[in-house]
């Protein structure tokens, strides 16, 4: 299974690091090895010093794709989740000044925890205007909500597939809101969707 992520799909977000807001998708990926294993605690990891949270929306592909319409996108996925996108800036910010890739800043061990399940769109109340949100030690840090997204779901999924084939279980990480910043070790993190405690993670 590949995970697909989507970078500065919030205006909000694109400004609060100081990025232009884009014209399309910005598309990077993570190895599955990126996923936090059922039952394990997430450490920080020893190669950065300033490790940021981002809470996102996580779609979950039902059936294989390749050059979707967007109009047909909605057939290739039902459910949706919430996972965090950890992003090692310190090591995220040496690589951009040097024009290399990203990978050791986000694509790491452990650098995308989901939560503990996925609920169907057809269950929520607005599947076009989902409400997220996550908590550090008890206060929101960020809220979020799919409406203001600049890429909508059935855009992404078509023009992901126009470069990768999609499988049944891929995950689409579908950008982030403004709030994203730090965490520490004994930190607890809590991602909510619609009022629903999907994802509980202390930082070890």
């Known amino acids: 299974m590949k995970i697909i992520c989507i970078g500065r799909n919030y205006a909000d977000h694109a400004a609060e690091l100081k990025n232009e807001i884009p014209t399309e ?3 990077f990926c993570k190895p599955d090895t990126a996923l936090l294993p059922k039952n394990h ?5 020893e190669h950065t010093n300033d490790l940021h949270f981002e809470l ?3 779609l979950r592909i039902k059936k294989v794709g390749k ?6 996108a909605p057939k290739y996925y039902d459910e949706v989740g919430l996972g965090i996108d950890f992003t090692a800036r ?4 040496k690589c951009k000044e040097k024009g290399l890739p990203w990978e050791k800043a986000k694509a790491f061990d452990h ?5 503990k399940k996925f609920l169907k769109l057809k269950d929520l109340p607005n599947s076009e205007s989902i409400h997220f949100e996550l908590k550090k030690n008890g206060n929101t840090i960020q809220s979020g909500n799919s409406s203001l997204m600049l890429f909508p779901f059935p855009e992404l999924v078509s023009e992901v597939s126009k ?3 999609l499988k049944i279980g891929d995950l689409i990480f579908t950008g982030t809101p403004k709030g994203v910043g730090p965490v520490s070790k004994g930190d607890v993190l809590e991602g909510f ?3 629903e405690k999907l994802l509980h993670l202390e930082v070890k």
């Open 111 to 115: 650098s995308a925890p989901l939560g």
């Open 163 to 165: 470069y990768f084939t």
């Open 25 to 27: 998708p910005v598309i």
């Open 90 to 93: 310190d090591t995220q910010k």
């Open 67 to 72: 050059h979707i319409a967007p109009d047909f």
């Open 193 to 195: 969707l619609e009022g």
């Open 56 to 58: 996102e929306l996580v």
């Open 41 to 45: 605690p997430f450490v920080y990891p």
